[in-house]
């Protein structure tokens, strides 16, 4: 299976920690911790596979704990 996500898509996958595409389901493996903690901008790293591979993709989102979070939608996620 060849991956490539949308921002979009990955994520939901982090959400529902599966996303069903047509080539096949991807499941989280692992999931870090935001990081930046308490700055307007942060990002997580997310751990998932295919069920023969592993992929590694980066979320980020921005705003504060006492408002409300953005999550930034770049277009295509990068999924190494």
Do not use: C, H
């Not at 996958?13 to 999931?31: A, H």
């Amino acid at each position: 299976m060849n991956v490539k996500l949308t921002q979009k898509q990955l994520i939901e996958l982090r959400r529902y920690e599966e996303l069903e595409l047509p080539d096949g389901k991807l499941t989280v493996v692992e999931e870090g911790e935001w990081d930046g903690a308490g700055e307007k901008y942060q990002t997580l790293e997310l751990i998932f596979t295919d069920g023969e591979r592993f992929f590694r993709g980066t979320i980020t989102r921005s705003g504060s704990y006492f408002s409300d979070w953005s999550y930034d939608d770049y277009g295509g996620a990068d999924i190494t």
